[in-house]
């Protein structure tokens, strides 16, 4: 007993020590499947996040949810149940990173989604995102497509979540914009083939043609479109924003005009963007160990991401330990609050009624060029 009583104090002293405590930050991502060229860089990424801050360690663990909504709802439930998590970083597209979402605000626990997604209110109070706005990204096409006289814009997109969000935003701002928008066609990130509706396109006779899809499947309406003689402009959305879509499209996507988050071009950008500095760092890191013009914006998300997640650690820590429901609602604050936290994507300021925290530094346009990325300054 005299032993038992005398350990009693060492635990009392011991029990107020949550600081060093580990965060647990688990990932999903879609490193198989249709996405993989958003997920593989997302999941390189990783590595180069911050591993303490002051005294509290940050752990990782990863997740493939080869790109299925069903893969990342059971996963997601995994970093609940096994990994204990205090924040989940995911997923790559608007489906996936759907479902992870509902399973974290269900069981309280931010999410900070490396997709566009739109969620339901009760949702949308635990879900953040280190990807930037369609409306922000639009913007920046829609101003181009002004200057080159565009008056009438057809559209392919994908037939999930990501290709209607983008519908749904850039058809007023189309119409604001005296840009007519037609015809409309859809496709699968699985298809073969979009034969029929790049034909029903080219019918239309359009002077440009936006393309809204994610990764290498997106490369498939531009080479059809480029077999049936297509000579008009083409955009795309930054869900196209890898060289693995300029390796898949080669010739078909060449002069193809994308917006993208900044560390895409980070060495090409002027010397005052706010972003310039932190994303040349993390190219140089990033191609050192996967090699030169491997940088990714996805990878970049990730990146962000980690950082967005550090920056709101201190202020969690004061609500309670990292394991408890009090540090989780402590991140979900602090990521609700950010204000100027500059990344390679961007700078952050977020709010209860924004849950993006960009502004226009967190987007430029970009053209394919001789197989590469060149920065276009916008007026």
Not at 33 to 62: C, H, M, W
Not at 118 to 127: F, I, S
Not at 259 to 274: F, I, T, Y
Not at 344 to 359: A, E, I, L, R
């Amino acid at each position: 007993m005299k032993r038992l009583s005398a350990i009693l104090p060492l635990l009392a002293i011991a029990a107020p020590l949550p600081a060093f405590a580990d965060v647990n930050v688990c990932v999903i991502v879609s490193a198989t499947g249709p996405a993989a060229s958003l997920g593989i860089p997302e999941q390189n990424t990783v590595a180069f996040l911050p591993k303490s801050v002051g005294d509290t360690a940050i752990r990782y663990v990863v997740y493939d949810d080869a790109t299925d909504p069903t893969g990342a709802t059971r996963n997601a439930r995994k970093c609940v149940e096994d990994e204990k998590a205090d924040v989940i970083i995911g997923s790559s597209t608007a489906p996936t990173s759907a479902a992870a979402a509902s399973v974290a605000a269900e069981t309280g626990i931010p999410i900070i989604a490396l997709a566009p997604v739109n969620v339901p209110a009760e949702v949308e109070k635990w879900t953040f995102r280190s990807v930037q706005k369609n409306e922000q990204m639009a913007s920046a096409l829609i101003a181009h497509m002004k200057g080159e006289g565009v008056k009438k814009l057809g559209f392919i997109g994908y037939a999930d979540a990501y290709g209607e969000d983008w519908l749904t935003t850039i058809t007023p701002m189309l119409a604001e914009a005296g840009i007519a928008l037609e015809p409309v066609e859809r496709f699968a990130r699985s298809d073969t083939s979009v034969t029929g509706q790049v034909l029903r396109l080219l019918s239309a006779q359009p002077d440009a043609v936006i393309i809204v899809g994610s990764g290498t499947p997106s490369a498939l309406p531009a080479t059809t479109l480029s077999e049936r003689g297509y000579k008009g402009t083409m955009y795309q959305t930054h869900g196209s924003a890898t060289r693995d879509f300029i390796r898949v499209g080669g010739a078909a996507v060449e002069g193809t005009f994308l917006p993208v988050g900044p560390v895409v071009v980070a060495r090409q950008l002027p010397d005052d963007h706010p972003s310039k500095e932190i994303g040349v760092a993390y190219t140089e890191q990033y191609e050192a160990a996967h090699g030169e013009g491997s940088i990714s914006a996805f990878g970049g998300m990730m990146y962000d991401a980690g950082q967005l997640v550090a920056a709101a650690i201190p202020g969690a820590l004061e609500k309670g330990a990292p394991g408890t429901p009090e540090f989780r609602a402590g991140l979900r604050d602090g990521l609700e609050n950010l204000n100027e936290v500059v990344s390679v994507n961007g700078v952050y300021s977020t709010s209860p009624d924004d849950h993006f925290g960009h502004d226009e530094r967190s987007r430029v346009l970009v053209t394919v060029e001789n197989g590469d990325f060149r920065y276009v300054p916008l007026d």
